[in-house]
């Protein structure tokens, strides 16, 4: 389509809403009835040819043939589209029997909304069009709506024709008609900076990612592939691909078939999605509203190409309940099968934190790839993340998990970064992942890391957030970096700032690593003292608002019903004091046999104060074996959490007592050989796993280990985690041992570690002169202010 008939159209349609709506809705709300009209006008012209056919078909199935409903197939043969409207209004019959009587157009339009088949009354209602036209027919404005729209100057039909000044206007293909669609959204998204990219990508954004997952392969591409978006706001990114697919790689000898899949959680941007698939032809029932997270729409499906740009930093809370039992994944999108450090296979959590979803349809994209038995070529994805894709989430997390899985099944290819401020909404720093399942042998095993942040043109203009965009050569540059699969070193300038693209290739283990937690024995010494033993009167969760409770009403804390009686005064003690009460805490605070057993506690410990003494023990070992000896000579009954607390509050750490004894154990030849391969180490290396030799044949003693001195190290996956340990730990810590039980795999990207540049500190003499230079200005500036001061004060005086 001409540039300049497609500019002068969007300008026509753009002048409308200042011409008829200035005084009925704000500004930002024109596109509300511009968008919805633009779309009921072009399916109006796509039906008027065939309006008698429906209307014929319609009234044969009713009158002639006596049916309740109408059958759809034969009226859709009739449209010949997969829509028909049954009324007998078009828009310009609407218009050209209006009086200035606003109630009866109205009346008239609303039967003409009506007749429309299922999928467009869908449309209407996501649009909300009934309440729109009701109050521009309030407004008085309808008519002037309906005039504009079905204007001689205005051509938004499939045919050619004339103005009534005799200049031909171009006939308005589908792909035309989506261009007008899509310039109109752009138009309105920057017009209105705080919805601008919500559900719109950047075009350039859109058309450097086509270049990424389709010039590889562009050889191959077949007549009939499939694309998906599961986040596809106002379906630009499907349109567009569509129409890379058509106007870079057209077949010459056969037809392609392109079909598009989408699904929208907003109700508007849905609408808009849906039409523009009718506008252009394509199926709109593959086309679907909700949320992709909660319900897997396309789920006996697989694709051959996904680009998405999903919400990322969004909360995923409400969904969870469709996700998770519990603890529990029950969506299988979102369950891994991943090996432990023993090789033994797992079925992994691989959902994110609720705080942000954008991994979700990460995984929702990988589980719909159509496989390599399926397609020759597989499946190719490309999808727009924030920085926290790549590196949140601790080994064995969620996010970790899903990153692990992706990289060591080998379908990460290439991740570029992105300008900043590059996007609409968004001003942070963003990424392209680049995933294929059927990589080329000179990229197996391997994951480029792309640097394009440097490359950019200003705007001359803010849109929203959005201040640069890519240039066409810009585009060309990073596709062809991609396509070579090489290492680009980071060049600077003459200030040794970086400048242009860079790109490295890793191995894939390159961004894995071992996670083990270090541990070291709990020395303790222990006392029953009585400052120790009265802790134990307040839980550790409520101590505050506990230990003023009893210090203001002392045992009468313990009667019952008396704390219930003050509740009034607890809580607003606690407002006054911003100590924060969740439903369980204040049931548990106002619990008399909380109280109660909390004091039951308190006196056990004096009981048992009186049996073992208040000397100070530096061996916990053997004040344990005391304080066990005094519970069975006075046969207490104490739980094992309680024994717990008390012996807790009264010991502490020392570095200069005993270490405690977790327990002493005899290994039999099996259990200690097993032990030995699960370690992979020799009998005498056993005490940096936490297993000393008591001895006595077989025979180990282990210890507890200290919570507050506990640590985790991560090591590289190409490292020995226990070669590590000796190399990094054992030097600085001799009592240090190896938790192997703990041992988790993480993996994380960071591309601000491969690709800092240093920039290196300017000499000492330099910087000197630069502050000696600043002094000088400064003095003369203050200088010259204190003489025109005197010079005033002199010439006041005189």
Not at 3 to 24: G, Y
Not at 558 to 570: A, R, T
Request: charged letters at 30%; hydrophobic letters at 35%; a negative charge.
């Amino acid at each position: 389509m001409d540039h300049s008939v497609h500019n002068k159209l969007v300008s026509f349609i753009w002048n409308i809403a200042d011409d008829c709506l200035r005084d009925v809705y704000v500004r930002g709300k024109y596109r509300d009835v511009i968008l919805p009209m633009v779309v009921l006008r072009r399916l109006d012209t796509l039906l008027e040819p065939s309006k008698q056919a429906v209307l014929d078909e319609a009234k044969f199935q009713l009158e002639d043939m006596n049916e309740v409903e109408l059958d759809e197939e034969p009226l859709r043969q009739a449209s010949g589209y997969v829509f028909y409207n049954t009324s007998k209004w078009t828009l310009r019959s609407l218009y050209n029997t209006a009086t200035n009587n606003q109630q009866i157009l109205l009346a008239n339009f609303e039967d003409y909304l009506n007749g429309f088949s299922d999928n467009v009354k869908e449309i209407i209602e996501c649009f909300e069009l009934k309440q729109k036209i009701r109050h521009m027919a309030g407004k008085e404005v309808l008519l002037d709506v309906v005039e504009k729209f079905v204007s001689p100057y205005l051509n938004l039909t499939p045919e050619e024709k004339n103005d009534p000044d005799g200049i031909k206007m171009p006939a308005l293909t589908n792909l035309g008609m989506g261009y007008v669609f899509e310039e109109l959204i752009r138009k309105f998204n920057e017009e209105n900076n705080e919805e601008a990219g919500e559900h719109f990508t950047p075009r350039e954004v859109i058309e450097l990612m086509t270049h990424l997952v389709f010039d590889p392969i562009k050889d191959e591409l077949p007549n009939v592939m499939t694309v998906y978006d599961p986040a596809c706001g106002s379906g630009g990114m499907l349109t567009e691909t569509q129409n890379f697919i058509e106007e870079k790689y057209p077949v010459t000898t056969s037809s392609r078939d392109i079909y598009l899949y989408g699904k929208e959680v907003n109700d508007e941007t849905y609408a808009i999605c849906k039409s523009d698939m009718m506008i252009r032809g394509n199926n709109p029932e593959n086309i679907k509203v909700g949320s992709t997270l909660s319900t897997d729409e396309f789920a006996g499906q697989r694709f051959d190409f996904m680009l998405s740009n999903p919400p990322y930093g969004k909360s995923w809370a409400s969904e969870q309940k469709f996700i998770k039992d519990g603890k529990d994944v029950v969506d299988h999108r979102f369950q891994v099968k991943l090996k432990d450090y023993w090789d033994e296979e797992n079925t992994e959590d691989a959902t994110p934190r609720s705080s942000d979803g954008q991994l979700l349809f990460l995984m929702e994209m990988v589980t719909k790839m159509k496989s390599t038995k399926d397609s020759p070529l597989g499946a190719r994805i490309a999808s727009v993340h924030n920085g926290s894709s790549l590196f949140t989430g601790d080994a064995g997390g969620g996010e970790s998990n899903i990153r692990r899985y992706i990289i060591e099944n080998d379908m990460l290819e290439a991740i570029v970064q992105l300008p900043n401020n590059l996007f609409y909404n968004t001003g942070i720093t963003t990424y392209i992942w680049l995933l294929n399942n059927n990589k080329p042998d000179s990229r197996k095993g391997q994951v480029q890391l792309i640097d394009a942040s440097l490359l950019f043109k200003k705007l001359r203009k803010n849109l929203g957030e959005k201040n640069c965009e890519f240039t066409p050569n810009h585009i060309e540059e990073i596709t062809r970096t991609y396509l070579d699969a090489a290492t680009i070193e980071r060049v600077t300038d003459a200030q040794n700032n970086p400048v242009g693209i860079a790109a490295q290739v890793f191995d894939n283990d390159d961004f894995g690593y071992f996670k083990v937690t270090v541990e070291r024995p709990d020395r303790r010494k222990a006392q029953f003292r009585d400052d120790l033993i009265e802790t134990l009167r307040f839980d550790k969760s409520l101590r505050e608002v506990m230990a003023h409770l009893y210090a203001e009403h002392q045992e009468q804390v313990y009667d019952k019903g008396f704390l219930k009686s003050q509740e009034k005064e607890i809580l607003n003690w606690c407002e006054e004091n911003d100590t924060s009460l969740n439903t369980k805490a204040k049931t548990k605070l106002l619990s008399t046999a909380t109280w109660v057993g909390l004091k039951e506690l308190v006196d056990t410990a004096y009981l048992l104060k009186q049996e073992v003494g208040t000397e100070e023990y530096r061996d916990f070992n053997l004040f344990r074996k005391d304080v066990d000896g005094a519970i069975k000579a006075n046969k207490l009954k104490l739980k094992a959490p309680e024994k717990n607390a008390i012996l807790n509050a009264v010991s502490w750490y020392d570095e200069t007592a005993e270490k405690v004894i977790k327990k002493v154990t005899k290994l039999t030849a099996s259990k200690l050989e097993e032990l030995l391969e699960r370690c992979e180490c020799k009998v005498e290396d056993l005490p940096d796993f936490g297993y000393y030799p008591t001895g006595r044949a077989n025979e180990f003693t282990t210890y507890e280990s200290s919570s507050d001195l506990r640590d985790a190290e991560s090591i590289p996956l190409k490292h020995s985690i226990y070669q590590y340990f000796l190399d990094e730990v054992r030097p600085h810590v001799k009592e240090a041992w190896l938790n192997i039980d703990s041992v988790k795999i993480g993996y994380e990207l960071s591309f601000n570690k491969h690709f800092y540049c240093h920039k290196p500190l300017r000499d000492l003499d330099v910087v000197a002169g630069d502050i000696i230079q600043l002094e000088q200005k400064a003095e003369g500036l203050i200088a010259e202010i204190l003489g025109v001061m005197v010079a005033k004060v002199q010439g006041k005086s005189a």
